[in-house]
């Protein structure tokens, strides 16, 4: 039920923004986009949301979001970038893993839409998930596309901990 969840929490969930800035804003302090785990694959099946095919290659990554002066871990985010839908540029920018996506699209100026295609709650991780098995659950969690050029680049899913968000 998400009018159970704390009001800022319910605004990040279906905010069409970079959760970075919001997080900075709202916690007033740097946060850090943390590479967890990050390579590229050769699909060899599609993945649901995304409409790559078997054969096209996708770039994987994983991150935390941490505030810089608390330590504090508010997100871990799993994204899948079709490389065929970006510029060679974009790629190495994003290989190179210093910021998040949505601040590298907003430093580039490329158009996007982030189009939000579920949520979830997570009471539960499993024990050999290395990215959340680092956030306290329960978690709640939202899936997105974003669109660059009106064709879908990015598959992306965050992870928020609740405990986090609930004093705010």
Do not use: M
Not at 21 to 37: C, G, I, N, P, T
């Amino acid at each position: 039920d998400l009018a159970t969840l704390p009001p800022f929490l319910r605004t990040l969930l279906v905010a069409d923004g970079t959760v970075t800035k919001a997080l900075e804003a709202y916690f007033w302090e740097s946060v850090l986009v943390h590479r967890v785990d990050q390579y590229r694959e050769t699909l060899r099946s599609p993945i649901e949301g995304l409409p790559a095919v078997a054969g096209d290659e996708v770039l994987c990554r994983e991150v935390l979001l941490q505030g810089d002066a608390s330590g504090v871990e508010y997100a871990a985010a799993r994204s899948f970038l079709w490389l065929d839908r970006l510029d060679a540029n974009y790629h190495k920018a994003l290989e190179e893993g210093k910021i998040g996506i949505g601040e590298l699209l907003r430093e580039q100026g490329i158009e996007t839409y982030r189009e939000i295609i579920g949520l979830q709650f997570l009471e539960f991780v499993p024990d050999d998930d290395q990215l959340l098995s680092i956030l306290q659950p329960p978690l709640v969690a939202r899936s997105y596309r974003i669109r660059v050029a009106g064709e879908p680049a990015f598959l992306v899913t965050e992870y928020f901990p609740v405990s986090r968000y609930s004093s705010t």
